[in-house]
């Protein structure tokens, strides 16, 4: 057995472990963020009520196809 061998592989296999472990606290910084809900939608529709839109028809008053 070959220690330089074995001693490579190892290192090989510390830097696929350090990337899953980076990897991960990556997701896991991502799925904090998303899961901390800031209102709700209904909340957010009080608060920012969508103007009313003013439609061809009732800005003019009359139409002309008679």
């Not at 592989?9 to 896991?28: F, G």
């Amino acid at each position: 057995m070959d220690l330089s061998k074995v001693l490579e592989q190892l290192r090989r296999e510390l830097a696929h472990v350090d990337a899953a472990i980076l990897s991960l606290e990556r997701l896991q910084a991502k799925v904090a963020r998303r899961e901390r809900p800031s209102r709700t939608l209904p909340e957010l529709r009080k608060a920012n009520p969508a103007p009313k839109a003013i439609g061809r028809r009732q800005a003019g008053g009359t139409t002309t196809s008679e």
